[in-house]
């Protein structure tokens, strides 16, 4: 079920497929469930599961057999998860750190260099 997190339901269910992809329990040649089976099991539109199947499309995961259906393309491997999200959010924590420290860093010069009323 799509969860209400703010983050598009498309791209939430993206995820879980994709996950699924990465970690082998759809492996390759596997076909998707249907569109509607989809929808029932995300408790979402047509539309938003199209979506998603286009996200994953895009990024080589599946392809689309006219009048067969949707497959996790051939010579998609399992594989470790993608690097965490933490891992990022990490780094990006490191990152505000280091531009803060440069911020405090710079009204210090400014008001050594400039030692009056702005």
Do not use: H
């Amino acid at each position: 079920m799509v969860e209400k997190t703010g983050r598009p339901g498309y791209l939430q269910i993206a995820d879980d497929l994709r996950t699924q992809i990465r970690t082998g329990s759809l492996a390759p040649g596997t076909a998707l469930p249907s569109t509607a089976q989809l929808g029932q099991r995300y408790d979402v539109s047509a539309s938003v599961v199209k979506a998603a199947i286009s996200v994953l499309r895009t990024e080589g995961l599946i392809v689309g057999q006219q009048g067969k259906g949707v497959f996790v393309r051939e010579g998609v491997t399992a594989s470790p998860e993608e690097p965490a999200s933490s891992e990022i959010m990490d780094q990006l924590a490191q990152m505000r750190s280091t531009l803060a420290a440069l911020g405090d860093r710079i009204v210090e010069l400014e008001k050594a260099v400039f030692r009056g009323p702005k």
